[in-house]
């Protein structure tokens, strides 16, 4: 029934002139329900209108594309079907600890791992590479600890010829003690997140920080070892190529690298030495595109400390301007300095370093932590880490939009770090659904024993996108991890076009094996 306007009267109440409407019911007719082949055709416009929003809906696949799609929705309708069913099954609703073994025996999981895709746009220094490489560092000689793995604080590592001082211990003859299994999984523990009971065990998003804040300043001096930082970082590179990664920009806050002289390389040595060892790699490594840094201290810091911060990123940045490509500011948003802190220092900076900020990696609304995305948006950033709270900001959302802002969206570090706890409810939905500038990455996957990429794509694929979402999906989300990199014009345009052999390569060869074998490869 139709509402419209009868009256509208003007009374004159204590000297002002106040309106007053009236509505009433139209004598006009209801008007007429839609036949149902009407309703049906309506229903099926407003679908495909809303699915022509879709990230990636804007992609034709080709003859090979169409083959490996039908089996891959195959294997991803297998999971949602098991889920559905009984949700406790559906591995994205529960935590990724609880659901990893499940996970790795997925076949959607193994068909995800063969897809070449792209790059990694966030993730962390130290946290690169599985904890194989740091059990890997404790069997070098030289190597010292100091006290116990029962200790609330846990032992502490150093490499020297000879002991650091009183109550130091070999490494070596701690192992002796305890046989190297069972050394090598106290390590394991040590510097990872994994619990078999990750609810009870992380009760809250301050606790769970903690140890992970505590994990990186207590492996610092074991991987900052001159021959360990150079080797971490190479292994680390190996396994995101064979996880079919291959281009990586990470966060790194440039630690106090040493060697067994006592000598303490400075942050432009250091960086020497991951360029030196990157080329190195892709000497041996023709598909992987390469690397670049953005120089990412920690945000907990007075205003002198900062100081020093922006002098070693503008003096980093004139030295190596292709390889050190921007500026951040890491560490837990809540507890930490809020953006608006930094921004009279950072508007000096020169415009030629770009910003890549952390922002919004918070389930907090109004506050400081949420608050740091407006602060990003109107410095300028390239891109923002998390981006998590910005479904909350509706005016935001379309300045991303318009900036062409790319998020970097990491779903197992926002669950391990308890923003979420079903991936269902992770609000990047809203950016797949839309076709946000977006990007999948990692954040920190050796302390929660996952790949470089793969797990996350797995998750956002099956958990956080539509069910309806399929190969369009992970192929935009490839292309965009090159096209939102800080590669120059010129270097993207190579990147994209080598990545786009690889694809098609890995397109032609699934195609067959599906043709040959059916889905069950």
């Known amino acids: 029934m139709k509402l419209v306007l009868i009256v509208v009267q003007s009374l004159i109440v204590a000297g002002s002139l106040e309106a007053k409407t009236v509505i009433t019911a139209s004598d006009s007719p209801e008007e007429a329900r839609p036949s149902l082949e009407t309703y049906m055709q309506e229903r099926k416009q407003l679908i495909e209108k809303e699915q022509g929003c879709f990230?990636?809906?804007k992609i034709i696949l080709n003859e090979h594309e169409t083959i490996v799609n039908r089996c891959l929705m195959k294997l991803k309708k297998r999971e949602l079907d098991l889920g559905y069913k009984n949700s406790f099954n559906f591995i994205p609703a529960r935590?990724?600890?609880?659901?990893?073994?499940?996970?790795?025996k997925s076949a959607l999981f193994k068909f995800i791992r063969?897809?070449?895709?792209?790059g990694v746009l966030h993730a962390h220094d130290t946290a690169l590479g599985g904890t194989d490489l740091i059990v890997n560092a404790t069997y070098r000689e030289h190597l010292w600890q100091k006290g116990s793995f029962d200790d609330s604080e846990g032992p502490k590592f150093y490499f020297s010829r000879k002991s650091p001082g009183e109550d130091w211990q070999r490494v070596s003859d701690v192992r002796a003690g305890m046989t190297d299994v069972v050394y090598d999984a106290k390590i394991v523990d040590l510097f990872g997140l994994y619990d078999a009971d990750p609810i009870n065990t992380y009760k809250s998003i301050d606790k769970v920080w903690q140890k992970f804040q505590k994990m990186f300043f207590a492996l610092e001096p074991l991987v900052t070892y001159e021959p360990v930082w150079r080797q971490y970082y190479y292994d680390s590179l190996q396994q995101f190529h064979d996880d079919n990664v291959h281009y990586l920009e990470f966060?790194?806050?440039?630690?106090?690298?040493?060697n067994l002289d006592g000598r303490i390389f400075n942050p432009e040595e250091v960086v020497q030495m991951y360029i030196e060892e990157t080329d190195r790699f892709r000497e041996s490594?023709?598909?992987f595109l390469g690397a670049k840094l953005i120089y990412a201290p920690i945000r907990f810091c007075n205003d002198t400390v900062a100081d020093t911060y922006l002098e070693t990123a503008v003096s980093l940045h004139q030295k190596f301007p292709n390889f050190v490509v921007g500026f951040d500011l890491v560490g837990q948003e809540d507890t930490g300095r809020p953006l608006i802190d930094f921004v009279?220092?950072?508007l000096d900076l020169p415009e030629s370093i770009q910003f890549f900020f952390h922002a919004g990696e918070t389930n907090w609304y109004g506050m400081n932590a949420d608050q740091n995305l407006v602060d990003a948006i109107l410095l300028g950033t390239k891109r923002i880490g998390h981006g998590?709270?910005?479904?909350?900001h509706p005016h935001l959302l379309k300045e991303i939009k318009r900036r062409q802002i790319c998020v970097e969206v990491n779903p197992i570090s926002n669950q391990v770090l308890k923003l979420v706890q079903d991936q269902r409810n992770h609000p990047a939905a809203v950016f797949f659904s839309d076709d946000y500038p977006v990007v999948v990455s990692s954040d920190d996957p050796s302390f929660w024993r996952a790949s470089p990429l793969s797990h996350d794509f797995f998750i956002a694929f099956l958990g956080i996108a539509s069910a309806r979402q399929d190969l369009r999906m992970l192929k935009q989300l490839a292309q965009n991890s090159i096209e939102y990199s800080a590669m120059t014009v010129a270097e993207r345009k190579l990147a994209l076009k080598s990545w786009q052999h690889y694809w098609d390569k890995a397109m032609h060869t699934l195609a067959e094996e599906i043709v040959q074998h059916g889905c069950e490869m």
């Open 55 to 57: 990230l990636g809906s």
């Open 95 to 104: 935590h990724f600890f609880e659901m990893l073994e499940n996970i790795n």
């Open 114 to 118: 063969k897809l070449p895709k792209g």
């Open 251 to 258: 966060r790194g806050v440039l630690p106090n690298v040493y």
């Open 285 to 287: 490594h023709s598909a």
């Open 344 to 346: 009279p220092k950072l």
């Open 388 to 392: 998590y709270a910005l479904v909350k």
